[in-house]
């Protein structure tokens, strides 16, 4: 049985941190693509990013340097370091894992990320 479980969510303050989490059961986690979506309010499921097996990584424009994704496969971990958070990365964050020539994407619940003052 699949399951992609998220944490780390919460609200933070402009200019702040915070570090998601998503831990993977059910899959051979390491040959996975790993990626972080979100979803705002009015607006569609966007890739944020996303990290392949051997560890390349790719950004949205709009979180590029100051988002990483990394992965630990000993732990079946995907992370997003969200630093110098702005309002607009408000949403709902998902995890996501894709077999590189799958055809079956599997999702987390979700977890709500809200920057305000």
């Known amino acids: 049985q699949v399951q992609l479980v998220e944490s780390g969510g919460g609200l933070v303050q402009p200019g702040g941190s915070l570090r998601l989490s998503c831990a993977a059961s059910g899959i051979n986690f390491s040959i996975y693509v790993m990626g972080w979506y979100r979803q705002a309010p009015g607006s569609q499921r966007e890739l944020v990013a996303s990290?392949?097996?051997?560890?390349?990584?790719n950004y949205a424009e709009s979180v590029k340097g100051r988002f990483t994704i990394s992965r630990d496969n000993a732990k079946n971990t995907v992370y997003l370091q969200m630093n110098s958070l702005k309002p607009e990365d408000t949403a709902v964050y998902y995890c996501n894992g894709k077999r590189m020539y799958g055809d079956y994407e599997y999702w987390g619940q979700g977890t709500q990320v809200t920057v305000s003052s």
């Open positions: 990290i392949s097996s051997t560890g390349g990584t």
